[in-house]
């Protein structure tokens, strides 16, 4: 996550790096930065416009990112909180938001929000070894914005390993009074920080605002919907359809699959005739995605019970456990996709591993997925260049 972050990063504040909204999203659809990245330097001046032009939250869209492009700064704590936004299903945002309201009083203001920051950077500070503490150090400054002693970042061997999720430290190992107790400093860790373009969109350029579920709600389902709509039009060609080839190419990214062409091999002889996979239906498919956990558990119980997993228990176990209804067409192309020996059954497990890598995108290792050309793919481009 630190190197992937450093890696696309563009711009720097008195020793903190920080990603314009254009990097974020380069960040979550593409292997690598188009160009290599060097961080330019802002003066106080230039971050006080960006903030200035950043839009109140009610003026939110699910091209929000794509409009600012250069003009916006987002932090590391932040980088990981919006990774956390986009494989979360619906039913958590509330959840989240809940979290955040510390007070109860279904508003969260900037202090509650910033607390999460603390949470995020305690949870990231990683076991060190004695004699990597300036390195560190410097690591922590370009990250966080601030100096830490060096004897205060040595953990003790028996010291206790934090959860492995951000989302489970909030959810399991967060309680009220970590909040209040963290609420309580807020002030000392937070003096120092400067406003970045998602508080000021929050909070207004006073900070003075208070967020609202309705607009917290909305702002989380726009940036699911708008890094979405980048990676559809990445392929579509302007186009309402993408192949399913081009689906399966989609699916298969950031994963750790060896061998991708048995799978694309696979779904070009099961599925002759093209007929595409529109944007619902492939924004239908990752909503499914962030549900996964509780797919798996439906899924289990169909395996425990000796069942077949045909596409018809795929279908009812995606609509039980996520309340999402899949096409039917879109079923059988996962199917082709999937079904190896071609018996019209899926091997659940193997599916269940190989999306749980492609949900958590960023967040694991991954090699980019070679791009084949096909004669289909190229008539498409041909007919819309035209």
């Known amino acids: ?11 720097e504040f008195e020793g903190q790096l920080y990603m314009t909204p254009h990097d974020f999203i ?3 659809t593409s292997d690598e930065p188009k160009h290599a990245k060097k961080w330019r330097s802002l003066s106080k001046q230039e971050l006080n416009q960006i903030l200035m032009e950043t839009p109140p939250v009610w003026k939110g869209s699910s091209k929000l990112f794509r409009n600012l492009n250069e003009k916006g700064v987002i932090s590391y704590t932040e980088y990981l909180f919006l990774l956390c936004i986009l494989t979360k299903p619906h039913a958590g945002f509330r959840i989240a938001f809940n979290m955040f309201d510390t007070d ?15 949470i995020f950077r305690k949870k990231n500070e990683k076991r060190e070894k004695r004699g990597d503490e300036e390195k560190r150090a410097m690591l922590r400054l370009q990250l966080y914005g601030y100096h830490t002693p ?7 061997e028996g010291e206790d390993l934090v959860p492995r999720s951000y989302w489970d430290t909030l ?3 967060t309680s009220q009074a970590l ?22 969109h929050f909070f207004g350029k006073k900070g003075k605002a208070e967020l609202n579920f309705e607009d917290f709600y909305r702002f989380m389902d726009n940036l699911q919907t ?7 039009l990445s392929y579509s060609n302007g186009m309402n359809t993408i192949s399913e080839e081009d689906f399966a190419h989609i699916l298969l990214r950031y994963t750790n699959v060896e061998n991708t062409s048995s799978y694309l091999e696979n779904m070009r002889g099961s599925i002759p005739e093209e007929k595409g996979i529109t944007f619902e239906e492939f924004r239908s498919f990752f909503q499914f995605l962030n549900n996964l956990e509780d797919f798996t558990i439906a899924m289990q119980m169909y395996n425990f019970a000796s069942r077949s997993i045909g596409q018809d228990e795929f279908k009812r176990a995606v609509y039980v456990a996520t309340g999402v209804k899949l096409s039917p067409h879109l079923v059988n192309t996962v199917f082709k996709i999937f079904d190896v020996d071609r018996d019209d059954q899926l091997s659940y497990k193997e599916f269940i591993g190989i999306m749980k890598d492609r949900l958590n995108r960023g967040f694991r290792g991954y090699k980019p997925i070679q791009r ?4 289909k793919s190229c008539v498409r481009k041909e007919l819309y260049s035209r």
Request: hydrophobic letters at 40%; proline letters at 0%.
């Open 1 to 11: 996550r630190e190197q992937r972050f450093r890696r696309f990063a563009s711009l």
């Open 26 to 28: 380069q960040a979550v």
């Open 104 to 118: 109860g009083n279904e508003m969260v203001d900037k202090k509650e929000f910033l607390v999460l920051q603390e």
């Open 150 to 156: 060096t004897n205060s970042v040595l953990k003790t």
């Open 171 to 173: 959810r399991r190992s």
């Open 179 to 200: 909040f209040s107790d963290l609420a309580e400093r807020a002030d000392d860790y937070t003096s120092s920080l400067s406003d970045t373009t998602l508080l000021v």
């Open 226 to 232: 708008e890094v979405l709509e980048i990676e559809f």
């Open 372 to 375: 084949y050309t096909t004669f």
